[in-house]
């Protein structure tokens, strides 16, 4: 049974509709990521569950009871700003402590429990400090903690690692993930940041102009996109396409060659075919092969990118091996072939994936 | 003489001649029996002046009235001020009318403002009398129980817009963030205002106050249209102190150690109210 639910929640904001009716269920303890570009409608989705913007229309439930008209304070929950968000006159303690003062817990139960969660986070020899005097990953730890010691129903995190170096970012990463696990609580965790959903998430739901493109596990999403623009929008380096046309006998035709065995495909269908990078292996030049002149390439360990360009002039990638990267030439031709089952065909016009 | 020294030269000899010689010749003068009327004979009596102005009564009546002043009028328009900039934010509609509607009293001059109040509350001619006797009220504002708190009144009629100003400036210069943080917190309406509005607008409510008492404790305006320092010597402050002695009484020395005793005072207030600043922007407001 879902524990946290959206039905048809629309947003605007003037005549500008953000959201453009998403239903999403989310399971209790599931760590949830909502993913997308800028301007998706992602933080607006968890700006409306936190309550602190009004919905347009329809409904959201947590736990079961309908949230959609009470304030934040009655909606028991807890909320880890990308900005931090702390009382910058408060110390970090009173930081901590500030949501269960607002509930008028006593103030030894209020010592104990911002000790407890500042022993859990390591931040016990910072209690006397104020924000200004922490660096920005203490400053998100101190944020955590103060959604932490409110035990509430539901945590929300609103790209809490933007503003933190690439360092920080992986070991706070890892930090929310354990806390998470360890607290056995339901989050919900805005990002724009890939990695970070592929990572962290039990499900991602990937968001785009207003509505839920794909909902799933990371593996659904990023080997079963359902649109073209999550295959675009989820993978490193980005995906490659190819414009192709179906024909009668169910192979699609392409600019760059003939790839067989597309049933699915409507002779006359326009479609786009879509190849990872990963997913192209050295090979000889035939059907269902891509071949092109070797461009540039980037050596990245024990492997390498490849910049290709096809003889009609578009461009592609491949993610290659050291071995063959070092045989690989400038201005040489080389052929790919892509793994079995991972050519993924998308409509051109609907961008639906076929 | 290096260029640059060129460049401070103007400004230092424009500075000199109408801040740093007056004031020089006025300590001068706070040394010396300096009368207007006996130029010929003007003797060097030391601090004299001085002990004389710490004991006289009427001088310590003029600074009582004024401490009492500068205390009603600045307290009343910090409450006023911040009350109307907390509801003003908050209006959606004619927020801009209702803003310059609000500063017209600034506008004024002060001495103009005294004339309006005068005949306003008259207690034979007066508006505001008239109509608060057609309800049966009858207030001698100006009589000698009323007269300092009546020009307190007019003084907050007139500066409380700037309070409204400058806390509007700074209630919008706070970052949204911590107040989205309270509401999540589940903080009440006025724990949000006592723990965390009020702290952060701290150092603009300290600003406020120090530019307002300054001010304040130059009240003079209003006791000259209005009551010339009475009934009696009830509504006497320290600059209308200082203009009876040099400008009426000739006495100079008097009322230029008079002077001088008053910038002490303030100059006390003002290292106590900056220090109290300083104490309070430990926290930098770089959320």
């Not at chain 1, 075919?273 to 090979?283: K, Y």
């Not at chain 1, 050596?299 to 990267?325: P, W």
């Not at chain 2, 949204?176 to 006592?194: H, M, N, Q, V």
């Amino acid at each position: 049974m879902s524990y946290v639910s959206l039905k048809s929640v629309r947003k605007k904001f003037g005549a500008v509709e953000v959201l453009k009716g998403v239903y999403l269920d989310i399971g209790r303890h599931q760590f949830t990521v909502l993913l997308g570009p800028s301007g998706c409608g992602k933080s607006t989705t968890l700006r409306l569950v936190a309550g602190l913007e009004p919905v347009s229309d329809g409904q959201i439930f947590i736990d079961g009871q309908d949230v959609t008209m009470l304030e934040p304070r009655e909606r028991d929950i807890a909320m880890v700003f990308q900005n931090y968000a702390l009382y910058p006159t408060m110390t970090v303690e009173q930081n901590m402590g500030f949501g269960l003062k607002a509930k008028n817990v006593p103030a030894s139960e209020i010592r104990t429990a911002v000790h407890k969660a500042a022993d859990l986070l390591d931040i016990t020899p910072l209690l006397a400090r104020k924000p200004g005097a922490l660096s920005g990953g203490q400053q998100q730890r101190v944020a955590i903690g103060r959604a932490i010691v409110r035990q509430p129903k539901l945590f929300l995190f609103d790209e809490p690692l933007s503003n933190l170096d690439a360092k920080l970012r992986v070991e706070t990463r890892a930090e929310i993930l354990n806390l998470h696990k360890r607290l056995n609580a339901t989050t919900i965790y805005v990002t724009h940041d890939q990695e970070e959903a592929m990572t962290m998430a039990d499900r991602i739901v990937i968001m785009n102009q207003g509505v839920i493109e794909q909902e799933g596990t990371p593996e659904d999403v990023f080997f079963h996109p359902a649109s073209r623009m999550v295959a675009a929008f989820i993978g490193s380096p980005v995906m490659n396409f190819f414009d192709g046309v179906g024909t009668a006998d169910g192979n699609i035709e392409t600019p760059v060659g003939i790839f067989k065995g597309f049933p699915q495909v409507k002779a006359g269908q326009k479609v786009e075919i879509g190849i990872r990078p990963d997913d192209l292996l050295p090979a000889e030049p035939g059907d269902n092969t891509v071949t092109g002149q070797v461009q540039l390439s980037e050596l990245l360990g024990v492997r390498a990118i490849i910049h290709l360009q096809t003889e009609n002039g578009s461009a592609f990638k491949a993610v290659v091996d050291h071995e063959i990267y070092r045989e690989m030439k400038l201005a040489n031709d080389a052929s790919f072939t892509v793994r079995e089952g991972r050519l993924h065909v998308f409509d051109s016009q609907s961008g639906q994936r076929l | 003489m290096q260029l640059k020294h060129r460049f401070v030269l103007p400004l230092a000899l424009v500075l000199s001649a109408v801040m740093l010689y007056p004031v020089a010749f006025s300590a001068w003068i706070s040394l010396h029996d300096y009368r207007l009327t006996r130029l010929n004979d003007v003797r060097w009596v030391g601090l004299d002046n001085y002990t004389f102005i710490a004991t006289d009564p009427g001088f310590l009546n003029a600074m009582g009235n004024t401490i009492t002043f500068v205390i009603g009028a600045v307290t009343l328009e910090l409450i006023l001020g911040l009350g109307l900039a907390i509801l003003l934010q908050r209006l959606v509609r004619f927020q801009n009318f209702i803003r310059s509607t609000l500063l017209a009293p600034m506008f004024i001059t002060p001495i103009a403002v005294g004339l309006m109040f005068r005949f306003l509350l008259n207690s034979e001619l007066g508006v505001i009398s008239h109509y608060l006797g057609e309800i049966g009220i009858s207030i001698d504002w100006f009589g000698p129980q009323l007269a300092l708190f009546s020009i307190i009144l007019i003084d907050v009629w007139q500066w409380t817009p700037f309070m409204v100003l400058m806390f509007l400036a700074g209630l919008e210069s706070l970052p949204k963030a911590p107040f989205e943080a309270a509401r999540i917190d589940g903080a009440s309406a006025w724990l949000t205002f006592r723990s965390v509005t009020l702290p952060m607008l701290r150092p603009v409510i300290t600003v406020a106050i120090i530019i307002r008492a300054l001010d304040a404790f130059k009240v003079f305006e209003y006791v000259f249209a209005i009551t010339r320092g009475g009934p009696g010597d009830a509504t006497e402050t320290i600059m209308y102190y200082i203009y009876q002695a040099g400008f009426r009484f000739f006495r100079m020395g008097e009322a230029a150690a008079a002077a001088f005793l008053l910038i002490v005072v303030i100059l006390v207030l003002v290292i106590a109210l900056v220090k109290a600043t300083k104490s309070n922007t430990e926290a930098p407001n770089d959320v």
